[in-house]
């Protein structure tokens, strides 16, 4: 009953052996590829990667929270106090100028979902506050106060007429 | 290292010695066939099942608003939905398809006798628990024959004494098959195929008590076994390969030839299609059930039809071991039987008239012919061989089986 | 025993040919090239599409084959781009007009026993009678009025035509009943090169090690 040597053998059957052993392997590796890509979002969802927004009739200072890919954005229409407090400063815990987190300085398009842990924020005081663990976010939604580290994130949008957005393309 | 972490381990548990005695040695007859490599098959289609089932049910939706849109969101939009569902799909008619030819190559070579009764009971236990999980899992796509098979076969529980009607309403949870009893068959049929692999280990603790039998029907030496690993763990392997050519031939190439047409028209409880059928593996039991005119009548054949399997180590009474192998009489039974389910298949299958009404009902008395006659058959035939001769080795271990009962009956008083 | 599987197969075989009875419908083969399939949508978007949605196919599927948006824009009228293609003509004018509601078509080729050779022999099965009156061979029951014009078709050229057109139309409900077919086939020649080796493979190593037996 000494079975070891029945694979152990040298020469061409070890050789046999060991290209068998990896032709299967492969195959079983390719095997799990259909049953871990089928946990990915499937095509409809995909297809649905854009949302497109109406502009008209929002006034200044006035914030509409529209969901893209399940995801709250924040689209505010700036006042020029707004806007002056914005490029003001860098913001404090991630700074960069707001000139790069926005196309056009009145209107600012951000994620509305919290840095740190995932909360949607409020818009109150001077930014957004996050009540879950207390992260403040300035008009440009850089972080100003942690526990969040990175600002609000700025999804891909563009304007495809003057109070057209489409966000989900560059 | 290795070594080391396996020592800690045997310590706390029998791991290496399992491995030995379940697997690597474990003492196989070295004559088996090709037919024996249906029982490991049945385990890798069974694994299949489940893991496909599982990755689909993160897909599926079962509500009967909603379950025909998930099979087509599946089919068309999860990625490799398609694949799963398919694969899912031809791999019910492959579990059956394996199973019977299981089932008939033990049938066959009577590896049903003393001493693996329980290994056989345990495997027809599994015969039901896969019916009702194929069975159950034929409602969840919401089309038109997932639901009028669902309505006919739960409506065969009213042949139920005195209760039928309540019975009938509680499987479904409503007075026609609706939302609960879709709800609930999912629920099932995501849980009976981990019980059909509770079930497994039974068969298999079982069949290690008892070993394999083997095509000549007496247990060999210990000098004519080998080691299960690596002759059949290769041997199972190739097996296995040329399984999944067919397999796969079905599910990428030919997947819609086992699905009936009529299920891709959502269900419609207003209508019934022209022509209902169950799936091709519930046809011989099916048209058993359309051959009895009275609906009792009809229900008791069919569940007895298929529950006839278990009684066949009291049916088979004779003594010389090996089945159809050294028995003319009981091969011409067994393909007959054959034959007949064959026959009986295919009546189920065709729309009933006149002529196929007679046809079901000869072969249904066939079908239950062959069971009844076995007992006097089986006797007749062995008093024949014996005068005959047989074998020296038959005879042989007819005598020593013999001597055995002998010794234990005078042991007893 | 062998004999148990090749009755096996036949007892399927026979299910599968039990399947047509009455009459006898046309063989076609469908073209599952693109090219066919964009004609077909375009034939459907002309002849069908009036009538008969296709819920499981989106606007944007169309994009999908191939079709520049600007078009696409043309059928979807005031749909949006993700919204499945629905029939332009609502149910109760239908129920008015024909009696009956137009079923969907994105599941017809599967739907059906014989499948394409059904629609397609189904399409081409208009007639006038003796009467004036037009009548359709495979489905007499039919309340849909000939889509294609087949029955006043006399002409070789323009039947020849119209098959054409029947055939792609065919082509594309093939196609919608079952998006993924032509990857699921790719897939299969891959797996079965691939079965067929690491099978050899495997026979070739039991031989080897059952040699060792004797």
Same mark, same amino acid.
């Given at each position: ?8 053998d ?56 529209v ?15 707004q806007?002056k ?39 109150e005081?001077?930014?957004?506050t ?41 | ?31 088996l ?9 049945? #385990? ?20 009967v608003?909603?379950?025909?849109? *998930? ?7 999860v990625?490799y ?14 579990f ?40 159950? #899992?034929?409602?969840?796509?919401? #089309? ?62 079982a069949l ?25 763990t ?17 599910a ?6 086992l699905i ?11 209508q019934?299609?022209n022509h ?7 046809l011989p ?81 066939v079908?239950? #012919? ?6 006097f ?22 005598a *020593? ?7 234990k009956?005078?042991?007893?008083k | ?26 063989k ?36 999908g ?24 003509m ?19 080729a ?5 499948? &394409? &050779? ?5 399409l081409?099965g ?7 009156v ?9 309340k ?9 078709a ?25 998006p993924?077919e ?6 299969g020649?891959y797996?079965?090169?691939?079965l ?19």
């Amino acid at each position: 009953m000494a079975h070891d040597e029945a694979l152990g053998d040298v020469g061409r059957r070890d050789f046999l052996f060991k290209v068998t052993t990896v032709v299967g392997g492969v195959g079983v590796a390719a095997a799990t590829v259909p049953f871990v890509t089928s946990m990915n979002p499937s095509a409809d969802l995909l297809a649905k990667a854009t949302t497109e927004v109406d502009l008209a009739g929002m006034d200044p200072g006035h914030m509409r929270t529209v969901a893209w890919q399940g995801k709250p954005v924040f689209v505010l229409r700036r006042t020029e106090e707004q806007i002056k407090l914005a490029v003001a400063s860098k913001g404090v815990l991630d700074p960069v100028d707001d000139q790069q987190r926005v196309k056009q300085a009145e209107w600012l398009v951000v994620i509305g979902v919290c840095t740190h842990m995932g909360c949607v924020p409020n818009l109150e005081g001077e930014g957004w506050t996050c009540h879950c663990h207390g992260s403040q976010y300035d008009y440009s939604g850089r972080v100003v106060r942690g526990p969040a580290g990175k600002n609000l994130e700025v999804p891909p949008y563009h304007f495809s007429a003057a109070d057209k957005l489409v966000i989900g393309e560059a | 290292m290795s070594n080391k972490i396996m020592q800690w381990v045997d310590r706390r548990f029998p791991l290496t010695s399992f491995v030995k005695h379940d697997l690597s040695e474990y003492p196989t007859p070295r004559n088996l066939s090709y037919w024996w490599n249906f029982g490991s098959l049945a #385990g890798i289609v069974l694994v299949l099942q489940v893991l496909t089932g599982i990755f689909l049910a993160m897909h599926y939706k079962a509500d009967v608003a909603q379950s025909f849109n *998930s099979i087509q969101h599946i089919m068309r939009d999860v990625n490799y939905g398609w694949l799963l569902r398919y694969m899912h799909s031809t791999g019910a008619s492959a579990f059956f398809l394996v199973i019977f030819i299981h089932m008939a190559r033990t049938l066959y070579y009577g590896s049903y006798r003393a001493p693996r009764e329980l290994l056989w009971w345990t495997g027809q236990g599994l015969l039901l628990l896969l019916m009702g999980t194929a069975f159950m #899992g034929y409602l969840l796509p919401w #089309g038109q024959m997932s639901f009028w098979g669902a309505t006919v076969i739960t409506n065969l529980f009213r042949a139920t004494p005195f209760i039928g009607d309540q019975v009938v309403v509680w499987l479904r949870g409503d007075y026609t098959v609706g939302d609960e009893t879709l709800t609930r068959f999912f629920a099932l049929h995501y849980l009976l195929p981990f019980v059909i692999i509770g079930a497994v280990m039974v068969h298999l603790i079982a069949l290690h008590m008892v070993k394999s039998s083997n095509p000549s029907g007496i247990d060999l030496a210990d000098k004519d076994n080998i080691p299960f690993h690596p002759y059949f763990t290769i041997k199972d392997l190739y097996g296995l390969g040329v399984f999944l050519m067919v397999y796969f031939g079905f599910a990428l190439f030919f997947p819609n030839l086992l699905i009936e047409p009529a299920n891709n028209i959502p269900a419609n409880p207003m209508q019934t299609p022209n022509h209902i059928v169950p799936e091709w593996y519930f046809l011989p039991f099916y048209a058993i059930l359309r051959s009895v005119p009275n609906m009792v009548g009809g229900v008791v054949a069919m569940g007895l039809s298929v529950m006839l399997f278990a009684f066949m180590p009291f049916l088979d009474r004779s003594k010389i071991p090996g089945g159809a192998l050294y028995r003319p009489i009981y091969r011409l039974q067994f393909y007959l039987f054959i034959i007949d389910m064959m026959i009986l298949g295919y009546i189920g299958y065709v729309p009933p008239t006149d002529q196929t009404i007679v046809i079901g009902q000869i072969a249904s008395v066939v079908y239950f #012919g062959i069971f009844f006659i076995l007992p006097f058959t089986s006797k007749i035939e062995e008093k024949w061989l014996r005068n005959r001769g047989l074998p020296a080795q038959v005879e042989a271990l007819i005598a *020593s089986e013999e001597l055995q009962i002998a010794q234990k009956k005078s042991g007893g008083k | 025993m062998k004999k148990q599987l090749l009755a096996l197969a036949l007892c399927c075989v026979a299910s599968l040919a039990g399947a047509n009875e009455g009459v006898k419908l046309e063989k076609i083969q469908v073209d599952p090239s693109n090219p066919a399939v964009k004609r077909g949508v375009e034939a459907f978007m002309e002849s069908c599409h009036g009538c008969h949605s296709l819920k499981y196919i989106k606007y944007q599927d169309l994009v999908g084959l191939g079709f520049d948006k600007a078009k696409v824009k043309e059928w979807q009228g005031d749909w949006t781009i993700d919204s499945p293609v629905m029939g332009m003509m609502p149910d109760d004018a239908a129920m008015a007009s024909f009696g009956t509601i137009p079923p969907e078509l994105s599941l017809m080729a599967k739907a059906r026993d014989g499948g &394409n &050779n059904y629609m397609y022999s189904y399409l081409m099965g208009y007639y006038t009678g003796a009467d004036g009156v037009t009548g359709n061979h495979v489905f007499p029951a039919s309340k849909m009025p000939d889509p294609l014009g087949i029955s006043s078709a006399t002409e070789p050229a323009q039947r020849a035509e119209i098959a054409a057109k029947a055939r792609d139309i065919v082509s594309f409900l093939n196609w919608a009943s079952d998006p993924h077919e032509q990857e699921r086939f790719r897939l299969g020649y891959y797996v079965m090169g691939y079965l067929l080796v690491l099978t050899s493979l495997l026979y070739v190593m039991k031989n080897r090690i059952w040699a060792r037996l004797k």
